[in-house]
Each structure stands twice: as structure tokens, then as C-alpha cells.
């Protein structure tokens, strides 16, 4: 089998990984996939939620533990932030909006991330920083 694509956005805060723990506490309380009561770091420590999420995941920001730094080459499973040069591969002026990201998946300019890995950027608006985008492939 192969993982399944997903995408989303979320509020912006200038601390990309205090926004990525922050939306993965909201994506948690609107479905906590049948694991009641428990913190995303819970999960991460439970090998039930392990086994849930290599053989199905959520298709959210829940499939990863943690974020890495963008330059790390680690594989997954990591939610990473697209480097500059990343961003400016498919925005050449650096400050893409939502309707360039979506362009740019959808024409594959941009691509998905490999099977239990995302990628996360900054999203501008009137040229100031508005929401991330989060996308990614389930390890499944």
C-alpha cells in the first residue's frame, strides 16, 4: 500500500513548532481517533497509537511526533519546514500565498513529501505572514 496525501492550514505564529504542537492539540480535539484523554505526547508513547498510525495514520498533523529543522535530512516520521530555497523554488519573491501553495501542489511544482514525512510553510497575505500550511503523506 501506499500513504495517502493530505493537506492543511493553521494559524500563524512566528514559532513554527510551538504552531505545529498548537495544531496538533486542536486537530486532537476535534478527533481523538479513539484515544480519549491523552496528550499528543501520550499518544507518541503508547504503541497502540504507533501501530495506529504506521498501518493508517490520520491524514493530520497527528501523524508525526515532532517537527525537525529544515535542513534536516532526517526520514520520518517529522513534520519539516520548507528551507528558503524550497519556498522559493515554486514563490521566487519568498512570501507565497495560500492560492500560489495550492497552485503549486496541484501542478506538482511542489511536490508531497515521501510515505510518514511533512513539510510545513508560512502562508502571507497583503505580504505579511497569515497562516502554515501542513502537508503530508501518511506512512501507510
Not at 491523552?38 to 515532532?66: K, N
Not at 521566487?92 to 496541484?106: F, I, K, N, S, V
Request: charged share 30%; glycine share 10%.
Amino acid at each position: 500500500m501506499g500513504g495517502n496525501a493530505w493537506t492543511h492550514t493553521g494559524p500563524y505564529q512566528r514559532d513554527l513548532a510551538a504552531a505545529f504542537r498548537q495544531e496538533q492539540e486542536d486537530e486532537l480535539a476535534r478527533d481523538n481517533h479513539g484515544f480519549e484523554g491523552r496528550s499528543v505526547e501520550e499518544l507518541w508513547r503508547d504503541p497502540e497509537w504507533h501501530e495506529y498510525i504506521f498501518t493508517g495514520g490520520t491524514g493530520s498533523v497527528l501523524d508525526f511526533p515532532c517537527m525537525i529543522e529544515a535542513a534536516d535530512t532526517d526520514d520520518g516520521p517529522f513534520m519539516r519546514p520548507l528551507t528558503d530555497d524550497e519556498v522559493r523554488a515554486w514563490a521566487p519573491h519568498g512570501r507565497p500565498t495560500y492560492e500560489e501553495w495550492d497552485a503549486a501542489l496541484h501542478s506538482e511544482q511542489l511536490d508531497f513529501p515521501g510515505r510518514a514525512r511533512g513539510n510545513c510553510t508560512v502562508l502571507y497575505r497583503d505580504g505579511r505572514p497569515e497562516e502554515i500550511a501542513y502537508w503530508g503523506v501518511t506512512a501507510d
